[in-house]
């Protein structure tokens, strides 16, 4: 019995370490009492999720599918806008469209393109895949699927966020990201961030998506 007992303790603690060492996770107040988590988790691939919690509940109350990320880990990442009146919030992160409402408590997913908040030139629709038509509307801007560089800071979302170069009617918060490693460590395992917009720039298009 004592040996059964100590297996299970050894492998319970086994579960913990490689959970602790696979999953990787930030939080950020985006609305009075709410708190939107990125979560990284590392397995045989690699998928991002993210959350929606009253502030200081451990358990969610929303929470997207697992976004399953193609190329890890350039892929991963979420760019997060509000829109002017507060309530109502669209993660763009490449694959999928997230739309978080708090009064509603949900989030939402889409892969509609009429879900993307028009754009500051409506007239002109990009495909769902990406080209150089992207890079021709903002050549010098970056794009949203990459690491956040170690040398960015981390913080809350701004209280003030600046207006969208694309979007109007909404509000760049921030990017959440992988920080890239330094020299030769591997990125499973790496540290998750929210660059708040005043230290990231805004990504070129982030609301776009390619659902393929």
């Known amino acids: 019995m004592r040996k059964a007992l100590f297996i299970c303790g050894i492998l319970a603690l086994c579960l913990i370490g490689w959970k602790s060492y696979s999953r990787r996770s930030v939080s950020v107040e985006i609305a009075p009492g709410y708190t939107l988590t990125y979560t990284v988790a590392w397995g045989w691939g690699m998928d991002q999720q993210l959350t929606l919690a009253p502030r200081w509940v451990p358990r969610p109350i929303a929470s997207s599918e697992w976004i399953e990320i193609w ?6 990442g979420a760019a997060v806008y509000a829109t002017e009146q507060g309530g109502r919030f669209f993660v763009g992160t490449s694959y999928k469209l997230l ?21 500051k030139t409506p007239t002109e629709r990009l495909p769902p895949q990406g080209n ?47 920080v890239g490693p330094q020299g030769s460590a ?3 395992g790496s540290e998750v961030r929210f660059a708040p917009a005043e230290n990231e720039p805004e990504p070129r298009l982030a609301l776009q998506m390619h659902c393929g």
């Open 132 to 178: 150089a038509a992207d890079e021709g509307l903002d050549p010098e801007a970056l794009g949203l699927t990459r690491y956040i560089s170690p040398g960015t800071s981390a913080g809350a979302a701004p209280t003030n966020p600046p207006p969208s170069g694309y979007y109007p009617g909404l509000r760049y918060l921030g990017r959440f990201g992988i």
């Open 99 to 119: 739309i978080v409402d708090i009064s509603q408590r949900k989030i939402f997913s889409s892969c509609d393109m009429e879900a993307i908040p028009p754009r």
């Open 71 to 76: 190329k890890r880990p350039y892929n991963s």
């Open 186 to 188: 591997l990125s499973r």
